[in-house]
């Protein structure tokens, strides 16, 4: 297992309480990243020990654009906030109480031999039957995993800030495709800010200028700055997840959501669905687990991938869609609900559409439809 974070910690633990002799291979103990730590309801009721943790559970969110103003919106289902360190430890601990042996070392090399790999590390060389690589979007491994091109990442930065408050905080900008968080963890805020096509230097003073204008004090606070996967939607299409002898999983096989950011769901998904598969019967297993994510999620992150640049970028009604959307948010209760589905992770994108369709009605029906250009529309409908 190369990669203690959620992916290939939760790949460790199936393996490690199926019988099977596991070592996980990581250069740090559990870190913290510029990350909001948001557990959505999709994944702690598929994995209920996530309910466990010392997370913070919120129930309110605040959506903002600088003309729309700000809605306020109930989350029907909370998110669970934990800080990326004590929820990484989690699912770290919990690969070592199933059975798991760690060895903190850097890996250097990882290459197919004999129908499992080889791995090399900067103390010594171990073999084994298959690996799944969950090193992270910084994947040092240039022969497995993603293969990142330009338009494929976005930048993440933040500070932590000692502060309380209850409920959530997205602000968007104008043309810009990403946004500010602001998410309370116990004993402090995450703020942050993540996007596309902006350096990180002018990310860093964006946020910063809106935490002056919100009282969030960033001096002397601890700064964290990372990149994320966020896959172009050709880049789905030949995206390296699987090769002879290894597996790739979590941020390393590019499984975050292009829209939201949200990839702590997708990491301990696919690291559980890579180790189903290498208990699985399939004697191709690269096969096996390349449909086993298409069936799953991938088609859907791809979705995502096509309607991203237009729910930020996009205009309707002579105004951005971010504010049409936080206008509709604060009026209409059913596409409120639509929403609450999103942010609990409940709502996927392939059927947004058709939901859009039946619940609303008029303009509203209109504005909401024309977030989905005419080639994600006929994405969609191949795969109904």
Not at 56 to 67: D, Y
Not at 167 to 192: A, M, N
Not at 279 to 287: C, I, S, Y
Request: net charge positive; proline share 4%.
């Amino acid at each position: 297992m190369l990669g203690a974070g959620p992916a290939g910690s939760m790949a460790a633990a199936q393996l490690a309480s199926a019988g099977v002799r596991t070592t996980l291979i990581d250069e740090k103990l559990p870190w913290e990243k510029p990350c909001g730590g948001g557990v959505t309801f999709k994944a702690y009721s598929q994995y209920p020990f996530l309910r466990d943790g010392a997370a913070k559970t919120v129930r309110q969110s605040s959506l903002t654009t600088p003309k729309a103003g700000t809605a306020d919106m109930r989350l029907d289902q909370p998110i669970l906030i934990y800080s990326r360190a004590e929820l990484n430890g989690r699912l770290f601990r919990r690969a070592e109480q199933a059975g798991a042996r760690f060895e903190q070392a850097r890996v250097l090399e990882m290459r197919s031999s004999g129908g499992g790999c080889s791995i090399r590390t900067a103390t010594g060389a171990i073999e084994a039957d298959a690996c799944i690589v969950a090193t992270g979007a910084r994947n040092p491994l240039r022969n497995a995993g993603t293969e990142w091109a330009q338009d494929d990442t976005m930048i993440a930065l933040g500070y932590y800030v000692e502060a309380d408050r209850p409920h959530i905080d997205i602000q968007f900008f104008e043309k810009f495709e990403g946004y500010v968080w602001v998410f309370p963890r116990h004993g402090h805020l995450s703020v942050g800010i993540c996007g596309k096509g902006k350096p990180a230097q002018t990310l860093r003073a964006w946020l910063e200028r809106y935490m002056d204008e919100h009282g969030l004090v960033y001096k002397g606070a601890k700064f964290y700055a990372h990149m994320l996967p966020a896959l172009a939607s050709g880049s789905w299409r030949k995206n390296r997840i699987a090769g002879e002898g290894w597996l790739a999983a979590g941020d390393a096989a590019g499984f975050v959501d292009p829209i939201t950011g949200e990839g702590i769901y997708y990491a301990i998904r696919s690291g559980d669905l890579a180790a189903q598969t290498l208990l699985g019967e399939a004697r191709d297993k690269a096969a096996a687990y390349r449909d086993a994510i298409q069936r799953d999620f991938a088609h859907d992150l791809y979705l995502g991938s096509l309607l991203s640049r237009r729910v930020y970028l996009g205009d309707f009604l002579f105004g951005a869609i971010p504010d049409r959307m936080v206008q509709f948010t604060r009026r209409s209760p059913k596409f409120r609900t639509v929403m609450q589905d999103l942010f609990a992770g409940t709502q996927g994108y392939a059927d947004l559409s058709q939901r859009l369709w039946r619940d609303l009605s008029g303009t509203l029906r209109e504005t909401a439809m024309s977030f989905l250009h005419s080639d994600i529309a006929t994405a969609i409908s191949k795969s109904s």
